[in-house]
């Protein structure tokens, strides 16, 4: 076989490269340029965020959801969970204004004792008008007594304390009400675990309220749905012959209260017992039809204040009856 050699002065020509890239077939790949392209077509959403729309127009949007609504939506990204709370209490008066205009005259929040005068705070807390609040302290089975060092003990407060707690307590047992399971009963002088527990878990949520508003509009907005479901369950009732507020299907879904704005029965009265839910229809406490106007009156805010007044003058005159029981 003949030996071919190049020697130095041979010129050589230029080499062409032909190397070319390996046709990748594997499914591994072939996933993964499927995800590349998908990922190419995918639109911005950023530019598309609620979040990137103009300022008022964010709260415009937010003011039109609800409670629960907007909860979730704390929980999204760090970026809402920063704008709502610190836009918190215009959202939660939006919302209020719209949907829960009669519920929030009803279920105003008791007032905190950081709130009052601390000149004052004395007479509230003294702890012989304490003892005379016992009557209006009694430990209801559903309802936890307020802390005297943390909410106001006047009797306004002491009934809006109440009331908030009651809606959380209703709310729980709705279910039980739809499908016609009984509601425990607990026997006279006794208090498991599991109610202690629930009173305990119910009292916990109406103190979240008094410090964030939201919380109060999550409260009003579990209330309206205890309160259509109860006058849907009482309608569907033949043998209950009682006057009841008229309600559509329609504002039932509205998520709006303002269907309770129109005459109805009175529906002030404590449920002193779980044995009152099962034919509660609506539990609308601070308020009281006026047939001149033909509408609803509502105990004002100002009610506190008018309370406080109370509580100084009896300490004034305590003090007083002391001071000259000592001359």
Avoid at 138 to 158: F, G, M
Avoid at 186 to 205: D, M, T, V, Y
Avoid at 211 to 222: G, I, K
Avoid at 238 to 250: A, T, V, Y
Wanted: proline letters at 6%; hydrophobic letters at 35%.
């Amino acid at each position: 076989m003949r030996k071919i050699e190049i020697s130095d002065d041979e010129e050589l020509g230029e080499l062409e490269d032909r190397t070319e890239a390996l046709t990748l077939r594997s499914k591994r790949t072939e996933r993964a340029r499927k995800r590349q392209a998908k990922k190419a077509k995918r639109p911005n959403h950023d530019s598309r965020d609620l979040l990137s729309l103009p300022y008022e127009l964010i709260l415009e949007i937010l003011g039109l959801l609800r409670p629960s609504d907007i909860f979730n939506l704390v929980r999204v990204s760090s970026a809402y969970h920063g704008f709502i709370t610190e836009e918190e209490h215009r959202i939660s008066r939006d919302i209020t204004s719209w949907r829960y205009a009669c519920l929030s005259k009803c279920f105003r929040l008791p007032v905190t004792m950081q709130e009052i005068d601390p000149s004052i705070r004395e007479f509230v807390q003294n702890p012989e008008r304490q003892d005379l609040l016992t009557i209006h302290k009694k430990p209801y089975q559903h309802i936890q007594a307020p802390d005297p060092a943390e909410v106001c003990t006047c009797l306004t407060c002491l009934l809006r304390w109440s009331s908030l707690c009651l809606i959380v307590d209703f709310a729980h047992w709705q279910r039980n009400l739809d499908v016609g399971e009984p509601i425990p009963m607990i026997a006279r002088g006794k208090n498991p675990e599991w109610n202690q527990n629930l009173i305990a878990s119910n009292a916990a949520i109406v103190r979240k309220a008094l410090q964030s508003p939201l919380w109060h509009a999550r409260l009003l907005e579990a209330h309206l749905d205890s309160t259509t479901r109860s006058i849907r369950r009482q309608s569907a009732n033949k043998g209950n012959k009682r006057r009841r507020f008229r309600m559509s299907q329609e504002e039932m879904e509205s998520g709006s209260d303002l269907f309770l704005e129109r005459s109805g029965p009175p529906s002030f009265d404590f449920p002193f017992h779980r044995d009152n839910y099962y034919m509660l229809e609506a539990y609308l406490p601070n308020r009281g039809w006026k047939a001149d106007s033909e509408s609803w009156m509502y105990v004002p805010a100002e009610q506190h204040d008018i309370d406080l007044q109370y509580i100084v003058r009896w300490a004034e005159r305590r003090q007083k009856a002391a001071a000259e029981a000592e001359t």
